[in-house]
């Protein structure tokens, strides 16, 4: 298939025990990852845990110290990153300023010496899959960063890669502009069938546009799994945190019971939660539950899965409201939908929402 065809084309991406170290840092931690044809995986985490480095090695601007990298089973390690038959968006759009869109678009293709009436026909055609087509003629700075990202896009496509390779390319973009070029990059992606990977600190972005997030902390991958799962089933804290499960709780564990733990809090409330891990009876525990995972009741509640908090602010947030309460040592986050106005601020109590199930961990675990 080429840049007007719908036909699906997928390639294998491994990451084999990829190492990447500068100096005394080491980047990349011994990273294995696999990326199944079509597939679009996101590498999310904080600033500084290694998810560019990792791309760029797979984009071949850095080698690895050690491991390799494969496309359909063979290592590309020895190729240069113009030999790899990887398309790459950047950040920043990393255009030439002096080439008008459609220059831009041809300038790999023209790399490869191919014919002029093809390279004619691939500008075009990957232009209209961006929709870009009528900007052709335009140099960069007449176009908006939205647009120019497009062109940037499409000089990714028009080389027909095995492998696109996405690093942070929304991050210079406002809002609006992010989101409809989120949904233009997911819907050409899935139409052309493209491998892909997208480097994000975003968690919002990885949620919507990815089959797989891998969550990277410190050079390593501490969760790969469909988003769904990674809010759901957090594999560690960190990744609990990093996707927005931020109010942390303490407790012990009174029972198991089937896949599930009953947790006595210390906070003075007995609630459900679930883990992959294996706790044993009597372990000390730390329980993350998300802000929508709570809700609020009167001080004079009697529910024993309600515990004791003070209230200390109440925020409307569009349709909802951010309460944020104190109990004991923890501070803690609720999320709801807004009814009325909020409570004063003052002593309430908080309940786990009826179906919900927050994560556990060991009670050292750091996030
Ligand atoms: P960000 O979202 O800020 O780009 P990142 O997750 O992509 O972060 P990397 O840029 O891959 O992280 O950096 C990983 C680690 O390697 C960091 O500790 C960083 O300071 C370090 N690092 C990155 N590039 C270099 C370099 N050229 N020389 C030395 N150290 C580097």
């Known amino acids: 298939a080429d840049a007007d065809g719908s036909r ?81 968006v950047f950040q920043s759009y990393a255009l030439f300023p002096h080439m008008s869109a459609a220059e831009n678009v041809a300038y790999g293709l023209e790399a490869r010496r191919l014919p002029k009436a093809e390279i004619v026909r691939k500008v075009e055609a990957a232009l209209a899959a961006v929709r870009m087509e009528s900007f052709a003629e335009r140099r960069p700075r007449a176009l908006s960063g939205g647009q120019q990202q497009r062109v940037a896009l499409a000089r990714a496509l028009a080389i027909e890669p095995s492998i696109l390779l996405l690093d942070e390319p929304f991050a210079a973009l406002d809002r609006s502009l992010r989101l ?97 891990r294996g706790f044993a009876v009597g372990e000390r525990v730390l329980v993350c539950a998300r802000p929508e995972q709570l809700t609020l009741r009167d001080a004079g509640d009697a529910d024993p899965a309600a515990f004791p908090a003070r209230l200390r602010q109440s925020l409307p947030i569009g349709p909802a409201t951010i309460h944020d309460l104190e109990t004991g040592a923890s501070e803690i986050k609720l999320h709801e939908a807004r009814r009325g106005a909020p409570p004063p601020p003052g002593p309430v109590r908080i309940a786990i929402l009826p179906g919900a199930t927050p994560s556990i961990f060991p009670e050292g675990e750091t996030a």
């Open 8 to 88: 699906p084309r997928g390639h294998r991406l491994d990451m084999d025990g990829v190492r990447v170290r500068y100096g005394q840092t080491l980047a990349v931690r011994d990273v294995t990852l696999g990326v199944e044809p079509g597939e679009m995986l996101a590498l999310l985490g904080p600033s500084g845990c290694g998810k560019t480095t990792l791309l760029r090695t797979v984009a071949g601007f850095i080698r690895a110290d050690a491991g390799r990298v494969l496309v359909d089973g063979n290592a590309i390690d020895h190729l240069p990153p113009g030999r790899r038959g990887v398309g790459i």
């Open 180 to 276: 409809d070029l989120q949904l233009e990059i997911k819907r050409i992606q899935r139409r052309f069938g493209v491998t892909a990977v997208l480097v994000t600190h975003d968690q919002d972005e990885a949620m919507s546009m990815s089959d797989r997030m891998a969550v990277m902390n410190a050079g390593r991958v501490e969760q790969v799994a469909p988003p769904a799962e990674v809010y759901d089933r957090p594999a560690t804290a960190f990744v609990a945190g990093f996707v927005g499960t931020t109010n942390r709780l303490y407790g012990r564990v009174e029972a198991r019971e089937g896949e599930d733990y009953r947790i006595r809090l210390d906070a003075g409330a007995t609630v459900t939660a679930a883990s992959p």
